[in-house]
């Protein structure tokens, strides 16, 4: 038989994990002693490792023995581009201060704001660059980045340009999000700058093409149901499609507002009700949950993971990466997904890869090694799938590809 030629060849692994089959292995579709061929950055086929020697021959091999292969993980909520860290504001936390209580004394969110005002756009896109390059060296290729640290009109911009730029020039594939209405401005009402957000700003990253979706940080005290629902409407009639910061703090109707405007994904949904998850089974909202939030909050409280798979929800999982949250990897998420929301490995793996591409409406182009999606693909350091979430994710990714083109190799970003 005479071998087709494929550019990459991905074999030994002892597991390959597709996420292709959904009836079989918990809807992982594992192939054992697997491996996957890439042509022209696209997967070709992910098969037992004899199958691929036997049909292709390649212009590069990688060997990922002793390896599991995972499709490139997928972080579906950050807030990455920002300056200066909130180190200090720990410190008061672990003292027992809270972060709400922050936020209202003009630190949190406030003094990230005054930072990344002062920042030029060059240091900020310098900034996102180291910080994507440990997400990809901790095994995520596709990354959603959310703006919220300007809160008005020019430095928002600031930051969804660099966010571009960042898309640009960045092998990660990066999905940009406008989040004007992330605080409240100090010396503003929510309702000012609520119309601000809707008359001034909307527009102007709508007209430049700025952000894939609009989000809004529905708690009490910051802007309620009624104030986040006009902005998502905005935005939607602008093309931006509606994501929600829900139920973080207070149960005060974000999850509501998602399930009527159809949100593509509900974020954090620790105090929202039963009642609104049976919801979402309907409605198509994707649950992110952000176990590394709670958990750097010092909270104790976390989304109810068990009884939203009970449901038959698609759980997504992400890190919220911020200056109150420093975690960039998915695989430390996963390590608490296991311990805080009690989810199986096949469960936290769906929630890092498949889910979480369909939290970004890109599940027919990344987050499974199906024949036809972009090749991107990680090879993690471990027996077999229960690993994730059994390590903490310490020097665990091996290989990373996006499109087909090695980007990180012995768990280093190659220059
Ligand atoms: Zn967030």
New binding site residues.
């Given amino acids: 038989m005479v071998k087709k030629r494929v550019d990459v060849l991905v074999l030994n692994s002892n597991e390959t994990i597709t996420l292709d089959s959904p009836e079989i292995e918990n809807g992982l579709g594992i192939v054992d002693n697997g491996g996957v061929a890439i042509d022209k950055g696209k997967i070709v086929l992910a098969a037992s490792t004899d199958l691929l020697e036997r049909k292709f021959r390649a212009g590069r091999t990688i060997n990922a023995e002793d390896e599991i292969i995972l499709p490139g993980l997928v972080d579906p909520?950050t807030?990455l581009v920002f300056a200066g860290a909130r180190d200090a504001e720990f410190q008061l936390r672990i003292a027992g201060v809270s972060y709400m209580e922050i936020l209202r004394k003009g630190g949190g969110i406030i003094e990230t704001v005054n930072r990344t005002r002062q920042a030029s756009q060059e240091s900020l896109f310098q900034f996102g660059k180291q910080r994507l390059d440990t997400c990809l060296e901790s095994g995520s290729t596709t990354v959603e980045i959310?703006s919220g640290y300007g809160l008005r009109l020019d430095d928002e911009l600031k930051i969804l340009r660099t966010v571009q730029r960042l898309g640009n020039d960045h092998p990660c594939n990066i999905v940009p999000t406008f989040m004007g209405a992330h605080a409240v401005p100090p010396g503003e009402t929510s309702s000012e700058y609520v119309s601000s957000v809707i008359k001034e700003m909307l527009p102007r990253v709508a007209q430049a093409g700025l952000a894939e979706f609009c989000d809004v940080f529905c708690e009490q005290g910051v802007f309620d149901s009624i104030e986040s629902e006009r902005i998502l409407r905005k935005a939607a009639k602008l093309g931006l499609k509606p994501k929600i910061?829900a139920d973080q703090f207070t149960g005060c109707g974000g999850a509501e507002v998602a399930n009527k405007l159809h949100a593509t994904s509900a974020?954090?949904l620790i105090h929202s009700s039963a009642k609104q998850f049976e919801q979402m089974t309907k409605t198509g909202v994707i649950p992110v949950l952000?176990p590394s939030?709670s958990h750097n909050l010092l909270a104790g409280e976390n989304a109810d993971a068990r009884g939203m798979l009970g449901m038959g929800l698609p759980v997504a999982l992400g890190t919220?990466f911020?200056p109150s949250n420093w975690m960039l990897g998915q695989l430390s998420v996963a390590a608490l997904a296991s311990r805080e929301l009690r989810m199986n490995a096949p469960e936290i793996i769906r929630g890092i890869t498949i889910n979480a591409a369909r939290a970004l409406g890109l599940e027919k182009r990344v987050g499974s090694l199906h024949r036809g999606k972009q090749a991107d693909l990680v090879t993690l350091r471990a027996p077999n799938h229960r690993w994730v979430g059994y390590t903490y994710g310490e020097r665990v990714v091996d290989n990373v590809l996006i499109e087909g083109e090695p980007v990180v190799k012995d768990g280093k970003r190659i220059p």
């Fill in positions: 909520h807030h959310k910061h974020d954090h952000l939030s919220d911020s």
